[in-house]
């Protein structure tokens, strides 16, 4: 292994300029003569819009136009696709009512956009808005998942109950017929709390047409800037898609929220043209907290049935999914086909069947979040596990083992087939590191001191590298998610890679370049990284569902191949030797058996200036391209514990340990991975103590801001123990898994598994706040009382 190649700890190259203030955000373009955008938001979670009255703000020096959604639909600009389709057990396609970028006619939730006001300041925007008279009739609210069914509200008129879709997976019959003779059956009713996603930097956008040639380029913060090209210029008709440049610059995390096309870099798109003038909108963090796409929000009955031996036999499962006001790109996917498929865990379980319905609220839309149905399987599953060890009385590590999966490939009855994996070595390997042995004499020395311990697992399974275009689009996917990538060599052998991949924290300027330096023996700084630029980069799919190492990079990968075996033919050529004998090794080109050689520097000026190659086998330069789409998604797996000690006197739950072992198959940058590993962690433990959102009962979302939802800080979290196992995936050219959400998927599970254990009892939800976990503790002690 070289100082910088696959497998070496390389400090990532972009924090240079990231912690001295050298980076490039979307609020830091500027462009001459700019406006600025600020929207009117409705203040009601639902109401319709009798009239808007925008005189005094259009007669006020400054305002340019007050746009509303009567003049988007005049103008032809489409409402908001959903992009992957579901159907109902009945057969019907979902029912998925028209997302305007502007109100029209109806507002679903507070903070959804009626109207938008562009002037020459973002204060004067801001003041001439206040000016603005909207009519409203205020109607009844629906916030609660569980209620929005039978709540007589019509969120849509389209969506009888409130229903998108009522979907289901599995055999049901063969799953009645296991319960029907199963010797112990666990049942669980659980809440995946709804999170906001509050990304450091603020979602933004800046847009410039020019009349001159009739092309718009928007700057936005994008994780996937080709996508959104496609959807502003396909379905929304902004503009047309060869007049239409994207371009996300540094993006300051997304973590899914990044993924969709909002209304905001739309409606700023689509002003520019109106005005003749750049149009810049940049969120404040109260506009983030009510109209960025929130995530979770599940309400969940799940049941397992055993035999005498602790096996399992089957599993049921009816969730509720709340989509919030509308049904937001990627939405109608994250608690079908990324959940569902993942409720068989790491376990050999023969029958699985689940029910979800997805329900409109008047409420934020929810989407994909970090992990983005995984976390939500993997709470449902682990909790389930866990409760049912505790129920039979066998230790929860015991029963895992039991019932893993041994052999691979394995056929889930829930559609996944894992390719390969061993769950067993993560689990010992974590109970060795955690010191499960001792655990017991730990928690006698607390209970001592007056404190309760207690130990939690977590074994998870995602599927991830989302991309595989023949089983999206066979599940209702409306795009193939292959990936793109360019290998660029300058004739003095610098590289150039042009990837559709985006990085918005992940490092891959850093490990991208270490494949490349790895892979052609060359030095690591003589690579370059370019992404993030319709107009630069071929088209891709972006970033999300930990799809940049095993499909993004095995596009550079197969890209590469394709320049050895050019470069072999050029040196070929510029040896005088037969194709065949040439061999190609740290940066060097031979002849086999002889002292002829050329290295990678000369050979790459000879692909620029060398004469005499036959037109006919070899065209001058050295620049190749590859389209990936893998056979199979990728399954990273792993065992995470987490072991609390809780204050029953104050409800403070305090992390004590956390031991993640996983298994992401080859490892690039370890400490990148490790990195990942501790956000992920962080966000799950987020989750399941901390992070709550709220609405009350007319839709006023009440953690509106860092001062009501909590986010945790250094001291909520301790030193986290990381380390791997490794079987390499076999269905991408590198054996990469993904790694990015693996953190998020497990905690929750973890933590919440680790906090009942020492409450005794199963009587807690997320987020386990202290307050939650003092009145838990109090039934505990009289619990102990009544004994």
Request: hydrophobic share 40%.
């Amino acid at each position: 292994m070289s100082a910088t190649g696959i497998g070496a700890r390389v400090k990532r190259v972009e924090d240079q300029r990231f912690i001295t203030g050298k980076g490039h955000y979307v609020d830091d373009v500027n462009r001459e003569g700019q406006t600025y955008a600020y929207f009117l938001r409705s203040p009601h979670a639902h109401a319709r819009i009798k009239g808007i009255n925008a005189s005094q703000a259009t007669a006020m020096d400054g305002v340019r136009v007050v746009l509303t959604g009567e003049d988007l639909a005049a103008d032809g600009i489409g409402p908001l696709p959903c992009g992957w389709m579901i159907h109902s057990k009945d057969g019907s396609p979902m029912v998925t009512p028209g997302h305007p970028c502007l109100a029209q006619g109806k507002v679903r939730y507070v903070g959804d956009p009626v109207c938008v006001v562009i002037a020459d300041s973002i204060e004067l925007a801001r003041d001439a808005a206040e000016q603005i008279d909207v009519d409203y009739e205020v109607l009844p609210a629906v916030v609660d998942v569980a209620k929005s069914q039978g709540s007589g509200i019509a969120v849509h008129e389209e969506a009888p109950r409130n229903t998108a879709y009522e979907w289901e997976l599995g055999d049901k019959a063969a799953v009645e017929a296991a319960f029907a003779k199963a010797h112990h059956v666990t049942k669980i009713d659980l809440v995946n709390n709804r999170l906001i996603p509050n990304a450091m930097e603020p979602r933004a956008a800046v847009a410039e047409y020019d009349s001159g040639t009739g092309h718009t380029t928007v700057w936005t913060t994008s994780q996937n800037p080709h996508v959104a090209r496609l959807v502003m210029s396909a379905f929304l008709n902004v503009s047309p898609e060869h007049k239409l440049r994207v371009i996300a610059p540094d993006v300051g995390g997304g973590f899914g929220s990044k993924i969709y096309v909002y209304p905001e870099e739309t409606v700023s798109a689509w002003a520019s043209k109106k005005v003749g003038k750049p149009v810049k909108w940049t969120a404040d963090r109260t506009e983030a907290f009510l109209s960025d796409a929130h995530g979770r929000d599940h309400a969940t009955h799940a049941e397992l049935a055993m035999d005498e031996r602790g096996r399992f036999l089957a599993m049921r499962v009816k969730t509720l999914a709340n989509v919030g006001g509308y049904m937001s790109l990627f939405a109608s996917s994250v608690p079908t086909y990324l959940y569902a498929t993942l409720l068989s865990g790491q376990y050999d379980i023969p029958a699985i069947y689940a029910e979800v319905d997805a329900v409109y609220t008047t409420t934020t839309p929810v989407d994909a979040y970090r992990g983005a149905g995984r976390p939500e399987a993997t709470f449902v599953v682990e909790r389930l596990v866990e409760v049912a060890a505790r129920e039979i009385g066998v230790d929860p590590a015991t029963l895992r083992k039991r019932n893993f999966i041994r052999k691979f490939p394995h056929q889930t009855p829930v559609i996944m087939a894992y390719d390969i994996g061993d769950y067993h070595a993560s689990l010992n390997k974590a109970m060795e590191v955690a010191d499960y042995k001792g655990f017991g004499k730990r928690k006698r020395e607390s209970a001592r001191r007056g404190k309760l311990r207690g130990i939690g697992f977590s074994t998870y399974i995602e599927a991830c590298g989302i991309a595989p275009s023949q089983a999206v689009g066979s599940l209702g996917a409306g795009v193939g998610l292959w990936e793109s990538a360019e290998v660029r060599v300058n004739p003095v052998g610098t590289v150039e890679v042009l990837t559709g991949s985006h990085s918005h924290g992940q490092g891959h300027e850093t490990t991208f370049a270490q494949l490349v330096a790895d892979r052609l023996g060359i030095p690591f700084e003589n690579v370059s990284i370019v992404h993030g630029d319709t107009d630069k980069v071929q088209f891709g799919m972006g970033t999300y569902g930990s799809r940049s190492g095993a499909v993004g990079m095995s596009a550079i990968s197969t890209a590469l191949d394709k320049v050895v075996a050019k470069g072999k033919k050029i040196a070929a050529h510029l040896l005088e030797a037969a194709e065949a004998d040439i061999d190609f090794k740290d940066g060097n080109f031979t002849v086999k058996g002889t002292d002829k050689a050329i290295d990678w520097t000369s050979l790459a000026l000879g692909a620029y200036v060398a004469h005499g190659f036959p037109p006919s086998e070899i065209e001058p330069g050295l620049k190749e391209t590859s389209f990936y789409d893998p056979t199979n998604f990728t399954f990273p797996a792993g065992c995470h514990i987490c072991e609390v000690e809780l204050d029953p006197d104050t409800g403070v739950t305090e992390i004590v340990n956390w031991v993640a072992v996983d298994d992401f198959g080859t490892v690039i940058n370890p400490m990148i991975v490790e990195g990942q590993v501790h956000g992920g962690i962080a966000q799950g433990v987020g989750q399941a103590l901390l992070e709550g959102t709220r609405y009350d009962s007319d839709g006023q979302l009440l953690s509106g801001s860092f001062m009501d939802y909590t986010m945790p800080r250094a001291d909520n979290l301790p030193s986290f123990t990381v380390d791997t196992t490794v079987t390499a995936c076999p269905s991408n050219p590198l054996g990469m898994k993904g790694c990015g959400e693996a953190g998020a998927i497990a905690a929750p599970a973890a933590v919440v598994n680790a906090v009942t254990d020492a409450l005794g009892h199963e009587d807690l939800a997320m987020p386990a706040t202290p307050q939650a976990v003092w009145r838990a503790a109090r039934k505990t002690a009289q619990r102990a009382a009544a004994e």
